[in-house]
């Protein structure tokens, strides 16, 4: 157990913003070994820019240095041609003139990634590529301001670094992943320009100009020089506020040490048609990544449309962002960057070892707001591609990070393709980030609805004609639409995690119903289609602003109605009723077809629901519809062609297809982590039963709050067989209820098994930020005591003291969240008030967790990265028994949804 020598070393923390326990100042858990530090200290209290504060450099002596060496400090440049250091003219350049490294100007080096960098001069300018060489402010940055660092006499071939928003190529990436970075160290460099590859070079007057070079004229060459921090002007950036280095290694029972997040959407920048503003990192810095939204959202945010749908706010929001953020970020802003890096370093340090990161696009919402505006109507919208774009966006994060930090690995933000990387990296103290997909269309499996069809989804071939058609096949030739095909490449890319049905239904089965309106009439248009008229006319409305009020689309409560003031004569709902009688064009595309979920009533010996008291969500139907002799959709059950339901909760009655079914082996047989989160409440029944039905059992997972619905049935056999039911992140309290009501269900389904066999609990949680989901709202109740005060410590100290694996690790300080610009003005946020209004602010749900609960529940919290990994392995387990004994299929696993037996006496509300 913890004495008080750990009060001391929360004191030496607070006093010189550093804590460790080895020789090399690292902080390491029980069974590890000493290493490199996990982060190091930048001297404002904010531990974690990356550079390196311990470097015995000697001030204004060049020294022999890698490409990588010069991240965020200060230097002057000496430009070996005339020898002598650069400093500013009259004329708004640089001439080579001063003799010493104190004489010359000092420009802070904030690298752009490994190996590029923004030189930030003493007025607050960036060196610009021109001949003469000039100088401009982060308002206007351009590729001109990027300048590439190159040893003299370096002959290595670098990858460069994924391009953002394209897809990438599997040999490209590939290349990039086994790259051995020789990290070699040179005095003298050459600086090229990213915009048109000239050369930094200084005319016969000694003027800073750029040249190309050529076999007669090498590219000059130039050496930087260690000046003061203090001698540079401050480069604008976000900070994460802590003070301390966070824990590395592994418990001394040989586990990783800390919290899983298995559904987030770092990438999703540019999807959803770009209408998402800001982005978690930029190469110009945080004015440029979380800047003025205006461009994309409008003045005062009268162009975010999706935003005011989903929150039911049309009144705008202010855009500004950095540094004063009045509106955004915030746990309701969801169409606002969320994880801007610093933020996502916050919680690093407070213990978050796995962050998935599913790639995400849904195409029906792409399509329409690609449109509104004329913001992008080339865009192409097809969700794999998008999925595959975000990949690239991913490694230029990691390389952006391992650039603040020093060198390529060096940051701690990792990718990882397998459980061992995972833990290697955790073990070095750093974030395994993993690679997971959440699209509609998965593998480009859209369906397309027949109003003639006879087959029941259990039957269906996808053959056209008469029946229901998809876009992809089953087939296995090597053709682009193929599963398999499409299986494989996004596997060479590296994702690991897959959710299989997303907002709407696709050729696998139905989506779990968790949203009313909106999503169901994008079921019609992604299923068919809406007939393009209507869709003008529905695009033109909300063009033209006339929107009232709108009932809050996240919210199942019925009472309210969505209202639209009209246009053009026509009321939302007359558009909508116009979709079944448009002449010639006949749109195929179908509301959703549902049933009655599961219940005490209608289902014997029912258990319940996890995280709920119901399955679905209750349905409207569409304003303008009128009464109805009977329901439209296939079997007589209600929706299909007209969104016509019972006023009880309802679930999709597409389940699963032949073609989901060999999807599902396939995934299986591909050994990725399957998540189950979006599918038909009785799909999920279904694939239990493929996956129980494999040696050893092939294990499911729950990620972000079992949109849809999970039984608590269903929760006993995923725990059983080694899965994990991760919820949507919400606050403390509100967690640890949620981790009490699992342990329970957990407890019961392992009773009968052997300590030694039953699996690890561990707790973690999905935020799904950036993903349309809102994030934590503060604590409804706050008793006395038990408010989030800054700052406060994390890893020792109450309840941490209590667990063992804790033990030897010294605490990190969280400061109150801000952002500060280097003119004093900002924005401070507190847990207590503003919810998580960023992703930093994950640190204090721990903090909430250790005021509300006790030390079992933080180790189950702290237990959920090694519950990630052990389930990782377990589906490469049963991966590879498939591959060597087939998949087995149990008999009946194929069946029809039911059906209703009367006409219903009760409807829903219009």
């Known amino acids: 157990m913890r004495t008080n020598v750990v009060l001391v070393s929360i004191l030496i923390a607070a006093l010189v913003g550093f804590t460790g326990c080895s020789d090399d100042g690292t902080v390491n858990l029980p069974g590890s070994a000493g290493g490199g530090s996990a982060g190091n200290p930048d001297g404002d209290g904010d531990s974690g820019d990356g550079s390196d504060e311990k470097d015995e450099e000697v001030v204004g002596a060049p020294v022999t240095r890698n490409r990588y060496a010069l991240n965020n400090q200060c230097f002057a440049i000496r430009a070996n041609e005339r020898q002598a250091y650069l400093v500013r003219n009259d004329e708004g350049g640089y001439h080579a003139t001063a003799a010493t490294a104190q004489a010359g100007e000092p420009f802070f080096m904030k690298p752009a990634t490994l190996g590029q960098y923004l030189l930030f001069d003493s007025e607050s300018r960036l060196l610009s590529a021109a001949a003469p060489a000039g100088a401009n402010t982060l308002d206007t940055p351009t590729d001109a301001n990027i300048w590439s660092v190159l040893g003299v006499g370096d002959t290595v071939i ?64 130039f050496t930087f020089a260690k000046r003061e921090a203090s001698d540079c002007a401050e480069f604008p950036e976000a900070q994460s506020n802590t003070i301390g280095e966070t824990f590395k290694g592994t418990t001394a ?10 559904h987030v959407h770092i990438s999703a920048t540019e999807f959803l048609g770009g209408a998402e503003w800001g982005a978690p990192f930029s190469r110009f810095g945080v004015t440029d990544a979380m800047g003025d939204g205006a461009e994309r959202h409008g003045p005062n945010g009268s162009l975010d449309v999706l935003g005011a749908f989903y929150v039911g706010d049309f009144d705008g929001h202010d855009t500004v962002g950095w540094p004063t953020f009045k509106d955004w970020p915030s746990a309701t802003a969801l169409t606002h960057e969320a994880i801007y ?40 919208c097809n969700s794999m591609i998008s999925a595959k774009r975000q990949i690239n966006t991913m490694y230029a994060m990691q390389d952006y990070i391992d650039a603040q930090y020093g060198g390529r690995g060096e940051g701690w933000f990792q990718i990882v393709l397998d459980p061992q990387q995972a833990r290697d990296v955790i073990e070095d103290g750093k974030l395994a980030v993993v690679l997971g997909i959440e699209i509609s269309n998965l593998f480009d499996c859209k369906l397309n609805y027949s109003p003639l069809r006879t087959q029941e989804p259990f039957e269906e071939t996808g053959e056209g004609g008469l029946e229901n058609s998809y876009d992809c096949a089953m087939t296995d030739t090597g053709a682009d639409n193929e599963i398999s095909t499409q299986l494989s490449q996004i596997k060479e890319l590296g994702v690991r995690q897959i959710i299989t049905v997303h907002e709407f239904d696709n050729a696998f089965g139905g989506n779990g119903l968790f949203n009313d309106l909106l999503l169901n009439v994008g079921n ?110 296939q079997g007589g059950r209600p929706g299909g062609t007209v969104p016509f339901y019972p006023d009880t909760y309802q679930c999709n009655a597409r389940w699963l297809t032949p073609i989901g079914q060999y999807a599902f082996e396939q995934i299986m047989r591909a050994g990725m982590i399957f998540d189950f989160d979006h599918m038909e409440l009785e799909m999920k029944n279904q694939l239990l039963e493929l996956a129980e039905a494999q040696t050893p059992v092939y294990p499911l997972v729950s990620t972000h709050g079992t949109f849809g619905g999970i039984t608590n049935d269903q929760a006993e056999r995923v725990l059983r067989g080694g899965g994990f039911i991760y919820p949507s992140m919400d606050n ?63 890893f020792s100290g109450k309840v941490f003291d209590e667990i063992d694996d804790f033990d030897n690790i010294a605490g990190v300080v969280f400061e109150q969240p801000r952002t500060r610009a280097p003119d004093g003005n900002g924005r401070t946020w507190s847990l207590d008030i ?77």
């Open 158 to 221: 670098y990858p460069a670094t994924p391009p953002l928003w394209r897809e990438p190529a599997i040999a490209e990436l590939n290349q990039y992943r086994e790259f051995d970075d020789p990290q070699a160290g040179y005095e003298a460099f050459t600086l090229t320009a990213d915009s048109d590859e000239t050369n930094l070079a200084v005319d016969t007057n000694g003027r800073l100009t750029t040249a190309t070079a050529s076999p007669s004229a090498p590219a000059q060459s």
């Open 253 to 262: 029972d040989g586990r990783v040490l800390g919290m899983a997040d298995v």
């Open 341 to 380: 890096w610093k933020w996502l370093e916050r919680a690093w340090k407070a213990g978050l070892r796995i962050a998935v990161n599913d790639l995400v696009e849904n195409q029906t919402l792409c399509e329409l707001l690609r449109n509104l505006n004329g913001a992008n109507p080339l865009r192409n």
């Open 524 to 633: 019609r248009e992604n299923t068919g289609g809406l007939p393009s008229d209507d869709l003008a006319a529905i695009t033109a409305f909300i063009n033209s602003g006339a929107i009232s009020q709108l009932q809050d689309p996240t919210s199942n409560n019925q009472d309210g109605v969505i209202n639209l003031q009209p246009f053009g004569g026509l009321s939302l709902g007359d558009y909508l009723t116009g979709l079944f009688s448009n002449p010639p064009e006949r749109p195929t595309g179908e509301f959703w077809t549902t049933y009655d979920c599961p219940d005490d009533a209608n289902t014997a010996d029912f258990k319940g629901y996890l995280f709920s008291d119901h399955g679905g969500i209750i349905l409207q139907t569409i304003p303008g519809i009128g009464p109805l002799a009977s329901f439209t959709g």
């Open 732 to 794: 403390g309290q509100d967690m640890l209820a949620k981790m009490e009501e699992l342990r329970v269900i957990y407890d019961a389904a392992t009773a009968d098994m052997a300590d030694s066999d039953k699996p690890l609990y561990g707790f973690g949680f999905g935020t799904d930020t950036n993903g349309l989901s809102k994030q934590a709202a503060p604590r409804a109740t706050i008793e006395s005591g038990r408010e989030v005060r800054y700052p406060y410590t994390l």
């Open 834 to 910: 503003d919810g998580s209004a960023h992703y930093g602010m994950l640190s204090g749900m721990v903090e909430e967790v250790r005021q509300e609960g006790n030390a079992e529940q933080m180790r189950n919290l702290f237990d959920s990265a090694e519950h990630f990994l052990r389930t990782w392995e377990r589906s490469l387990e049963s991966s590879a028994a498939i591959n060597t004994n087939g998949f087995k299929i149990p008999e009946g696993v194929l069946r029809a949804a039911p059906k209703p037996s009367l006409i219903p006496s009760t409807l829903a509300r219009p």
